[in-house]
């Protein structure tokens, strides 16, 4: 999830990193609007955080669905949204059945590739790739510019400006090497079953558990994705966890899920303390960051399972 974007492409990233002290917030809005999705609007209007947890008029499930799939993915949503104030915050209670459906599709992929004999390193990144195309690379996108911006600011201020900026710098290409290579490793280490297995689970966890860092831990600054989409509330966090929760343990056991559960929760449980200390709290790039984060955990910790 990146900042100031919910619907936003994967931007076009120098190949030679420039020098972040010459960052502006101005080139972000370069990055928003991407293709069938870009109906979306998560401003506040003049509501409190907290007010929007609750949905307005005539918000159901399907539209909670609907708004998941046009924020998480890239799937053209038809007819768009008939809602003119959704709620994300309402709506965030499906972040894992969108999770799933990526999940499915990296799956596919995984064994189709299989299939035709391809060698199984190959077939694991046409399976990451294809995710990255699903959700338009959002959540890479935001681990980018968070490693920008938590490496190269000196203080919360400057560390907010450079998250903000849509140029890569040195942080972001080597958080996105890190990100694609740990997956790429865990999941070429697993055999195909397992493998896919690894890949839907991954999905489904690491975005069943953002809403529980939108809830409790606050946004870092006033504007921007985080603070226009408020507070879900704690029924939202509930039922997101718990999707989660059932996916996992019917997929992977109940003591897998334990470990899983508990690996997680140590690693985006340490980047969104840390977050708190830099920047104050989180922004729409710290949370693609936790996905991401969250995602690499279930995989590793699953290879390192199958290995043992």
Known sequence: MADDRPDTAPHAHSSTPPDKNSKSGSEKTDRENHGDNSTMDMSPNN?????????????????DLQICLMFLTRIPVPGGLA????????????????????????????????????????SVLLAISAMVMV???????????????????????????????????AFGVIALVL?????????????????????????????????????????????????????????????SLGITLVVAFIGLGFWLTIGVAIVV?????AMSFWVKIKIGGQTGDI??????????????????????
């Open 135 to 169: 959700t338009g690379g959002l959540h890479e996108d935001g681990i980018s510019d968070t490693a920008d911006g938590l490496g190269g600011g000196s203080n919360k201020d400057r560390r907010l400006e450079i998250m903000k900026d849509s140029r890569v710098g």
């Open 179 to 239: 990100v694609i290579g740990l997956k790429w490793a865990g999941l070429a280490a697993l055999s195909i079953g397992p493998a896919a297995l690894a890949v839907f689970a991954g999905a489904v966890i690491s975005r069943g558990v953002l809403p529980l860092f939108m809830r409790y831990l606050p946004p870092a600054k006033d504007d921007g994705l985080s603070a226009d989409a408020g507070r879900p509330g704690f029924d939202r966090v509930a039922l």
């Open 83 to 122: 809602l003119s104030d959704p709620s994300l915050a309402q709506a965030c209670r499906f972040f894992p059945v969108i999770g799933a459906l990526v999940g499915v599709i990296g799956a596919i992929v995984l064994a189709v590739a299989n299939q035709l004999n391809l060698p199984q390193e190959a």
């Open 287 to 308: 949370l693609g960051a936790l996905q991401q984060l969250g995602e690499i955990s279930v995989i590793l910790t699953l290879a390192a399972a199958a290995a043992s």
């Open 47 to 63: 509501q409190t955080a907290e007010a929007q947890t609750s949905s307005g008029p005539g918000q159901d499930w399907m539209d």
């Open 265 to 269: 929760a140590l690693v985006t449980g």
